[in-house]
């Protein structure tokens, strides 16, 4: 059964450093979305990204944040300069069916990436 | 209370025993999911009702919803020591297409 696939599964980097995450949507998936969760809380939503752009974001998902699909496999999720407080979990999912008036569709999640932020 | 709180936040029973988790929501829905979460790991999409639907089954699943309690219930039926993890209701809201917000869940242990 296809999956969504996400590297590395541990990355931890010094405050004020660049990471880049990265993730593997199912195949004939077109929407694509990152959430975190810091540990211990609620899963949030961070983007959702659709034919190359952002569809919508979150109040967490600020200027330190950006997202791209570099290529037709890839789905990056980079935070440019890492606070302390960016240590989390966080999930790239995707989707077949996109958003409609019945609301956002079931959502396929990848394993995580736990960010550790010193 | 919050959009999405789950009612128990942890619910212990034994293998072959039924396990209710309950929902309960603010703001008005366009739909709600719940996924599955086992330690440490990624979320797993179980179920979604859309808001003029009042129950779903799934296998041993059942939802139901009440939009007029803002309240859902996902029912597991004949829990195998499989179903240990925590458990998420999502909500989706008419003011946004595309996002979900999740519950802080209610951790499940099946008893051998």
Redesign the interface.
Same mark, same amino acid.
């Given at each position: 059964e296809p999956e /969504?696939t996400q590297t590395p599964s541990h990355q931890v980097t010094q405050m004020g450093q660049e990471v880049i995450l990265r993730c593997v949507p199912i195949s004939n998936h077109l929407?694509f979305?990152w959430?975190r969760q810091i540990l211990g809380q609620? /899963?949030?939503?961070l983007v @959702?990204f659709y034919n190359n752009e952002i @569809?919508?974001k @979150?109040e967490i998902f600020d200027d330190q944040f950006s997202v791209e699909r570099p290529d037709g496999s890839n789905f990056t999720l980079k935070i440019r300069s890492t606070k302390l407080e960016d240590s989390a979990m966080y999930?790239c999912?995707s989707s077949r069916e996109g958003?409609?008036? @019945?609301?956002?569709?079931?959502?396929?999640?990848?394993?995580?990436t736990r960010l550790t932020v010193t | 209370s919050q959009q999405g709180e789950e009612d128990p936040q942890a619910l212990s029973i034994q293998e072959g025993e039924n396990a209710t988790m309950n929902c309960s929501y603010k703001t008005s829905i366009n739909n709600l999911q719940w996924y599955r979460q086992n330690s440490g790991r990624g979320l797993v999409h179980l179920i979604l009702i859309r808001s003029n639907e009042r129950e779903k089954h799934s296998g041993r699943l059942r939802v139901t919803l009440d939009t007029s309690k803002k309240s859902s219930s996902l029912l597991i039926t004949a829990s195998r020591a499989a179903d240990t993890a925590s458990y998420f209701c999502a909500t989706g809201l008419y003011s946004s297409a595309s996002k979900i917000i999740f519950g802080s869940g209610t951790r499940l242990s099946i008893r051998p």
């Open positions: /969504v929407y979305y959430y609620k /899963v949030e939503f @959702s @569809s919508e @979150s999930f999912a958003y409609t008036t @019945s609301g956002p569709p079931e959502q396929y999640f990848g394993p995580g | -």
